[in-house]
């Protein structure tokens, strides 16, 4: 059974720093593209940031430049580094993996940009 468990998510002023994290489990991790989404209060869910099983990686513009995504394929695991935090980025993250014929879902964790 594929699992995904995010965690590292929480209260930050803006212009802080914060790493979610995505463990991964039940699945052939360094075969699978990895990612984040994220959804605020009534938006729609939006990509934030993909890696794929080779390491190339996309951005969402509003994030470019602030956020990192990297994996680390010998524990299972799925980073995204979050620096310059800002109100707008205040919302659910959702982390995913990616095949062919399968994607995954995380439960979410909460990012709140507030001072």
């Known amino acids: 059974q594929v699992q995904l468990v995010e965690s590292g998510g929480g209260l930050v002023q803006p212009g802080g720093s914060l790493r979610l994290s995505c463990a991964a489990s039940?699945?052939?991790?360094?075969?699978?593209?990895m990612g984040w989404y994220r959804q605020a209060p009534g938006k729609q869910r939006e990509l934030v940031a993909g890696?794929?099983?080779?390491?190339?990686?996309n951005y969402a513009d509003s994030v470019k430049g602030r956020f990192t995504i990297s994996r680390d394929n010998a524990k299972n695991t799925a980073y995204l580094q979050m620096n310059s935090l800002k109100p707008e980025d205040t919302a659910v993250y959702y982390c995913?993996?990616?095949?062919?014929?399968?994607?995954?879902w995380g439960q979410g964790t909460q990012v709140t940009v507030s001072s």
């Open positions: 890696i794929t099983s080779a390491g190339s990686t």
């Open positions: 039940g699945i052939a991790f360094s075969k699978y593209a």
């Open positions: 995913y993996s990616k095949s062919a014929v399968r994607i995954t």
